[in-house]
């Protein structure tokens, strides 16, 4: 997501998109370390320049050095604090390391001076559903959503809070939404399809389960939930196959290997009456593998780029 498509510029020192990178001698293609330490010693010689902090602290955080980075922003922000993607990368660098109070308030700093941010608005609510405020969540994906409603991360998370919460219906519409914005979209379908299981719509499950495991055949959970599907509806023999299907594309996954053994014996005791087996019993059904929390914390344009003026 680019951020001049979102109307959001930086604050006070910005300028030119290279002015930062050439200023200081560097050149595209540079190495992180040498880019580094070429905004280092910019920094040293501008010790003012919000901008060379800022510059700084993003080629540390792509390095790795969280911490240092972390010290070069809020050095920026000390110098300019209407430094919009300086707190941006500010909050990104503090939800890295697991600082999600930290994360929260950079964030909020963000969307205040530019409230079109779309990405400072998604990890807000991706922070904001991880401390468990619900309400907060949703109204920041609602804020991502409203400056890029394309967003396929925006609409699921959104649709996990509304589930998470007892309200599979508008969890449903949400869902549907990301597929139409992107119709491979594997989690979109995975979890429109475990909401319908929850809502007890099982036969209208099939359709979306068997989309995400046709898009990503090694998708275990899909192949699991599908196999719940079709165990519920008594068909056996399907069911069979994709918990099969589960434990192939994970060996680890010891409750579809339950599953499969189950449905087997079932299919069995089906046989030995003179069926065809899908008059068994539902041996090893298992629950519905949620599919939440999904994406994570927005890693675009505005984070690890050296070259922002």
Request: aromatic share 8%.
């Amino acid at each position: 997501m680019d951020m001049e498509d979102q109307g959001c510029t930086a604050g006070g020192n910005g300028g030119g998109l290279f002015a930062g990178l050439f200023a200081c001698g560097c050149q595209p293609g540079d190495s992180p370390s040498l880019l580094a330490d070429k905004y280092r010693e910019e920094a040293k010689l501008s010790p003012n320049s919000a901008v060379s902090h800022y510059n700084l602290g993003s080629t540390l955080q792509e390095r790795g050095k969280v911490s240092e980075a972390i010290m070069c922003y809020l050095s920026a922000i000390a110098l300019d604090p209407t430094y919009s993607e300086a707190h941006y990368n500010l909050g990104s660098a503090y939800q890295s390391m697991g600082d999600l109070k930290s994360a929260l308030r950079s964030y909020q700093s963000c969307v205040k001076l530019v409230p079109g941010h779309a990405q400072a608005w998604y990890n807000l609510g991706y922070v904001m559903q991880d401390l468990g405020d619900v309400k907060g969540g949703i109204r920041s994906f609602k804020m991502a959503i409203k400056w890029d409603p394309v967003d396929v991360d925006s609409h699921l998370n959104l649709g996990n809070l509304y589930r998470g919460g007892g309200e599979p219906s508008k969890a449903v519409a949400c869902y549907r939404r990301a597929i139409e914005c992107c119709g491979n979209s594997v989690m979109g379908h995975y979890n429109l399809g475990s909401a319908y299981q929850e809502m007890g719509m099982v036969e209208k499950s099939l359709g979306p389960l068997g989309r995400a495991v046709s898009l990503d055949p090694d998708y275990a959970d899909a192949h699991f939930n599908l196999g719940i599907s079709f165990q519920e509806l008594g068909r056996y023999g399907e069911a069979l196959t994709c918990y099969r299907n589960a434990y192939r594309a994970d060996p680890t996954f010891e409750e579809a290997r339950g599953a499969m053994r189950g449905v087997e014996k079932a299919i069995k005791r089906g046989a030995k009456k003179g069926g065809t087996g899908d008059e068994g019993e539902e041996g090893g059904k298992e629950n519905v593998r949620n599919g939440l929390n999904v994406g994570g914390r927005k890693e675009g344009r505005e984070f690890g780029d050296p070259l922002r003026g």
